[in-house]
């Protein structure tokens, strides 16, 4: 049976439970149930299941932030280069998240597509969606 990885991380003490490596920032675990989770980088999932195929296109990325001053703020937002903009939510250069700086992800999913990634945004901002982020993320 083959294994495939969530990106879920322990909290304590920042390390992961079980069988777990770090890739890009990213904590991934393998599940008890071996099913792939939502939030799988489609580059990673090619290179681990054996596939030799190269993405035409760069990924987008939808993102949640969490506020490391007060645990209650959140911020979604989508980018295509993850770590730059993170760094510049962490460098006050985004007005929104300037004022409860710094920022840590909580949650990123990657796309192949970048018009599904903008809709997911979308989705994630609307009522329904912060409901399913709060709950699953």
Known sequence: MLHQPSLERSESEGCPAGDAQRVGGLWLTYNSRSR????????????LLGMNSTLSCKPTYVYILKSQIDS???????????RARLKKHNEGGVPHTAKLKPWIIETAVSFRDSTKARAFEKYLKSGSGREFARRHF
């Open 72 to 82: 209650t703020a959140h911020y979604t937002g989508c980018t295509s280069d993850l």
């Open 36 to 47: 792939l989770r939502l939030g799988m980088p489609s580059a990673l999932t090619h290179h």
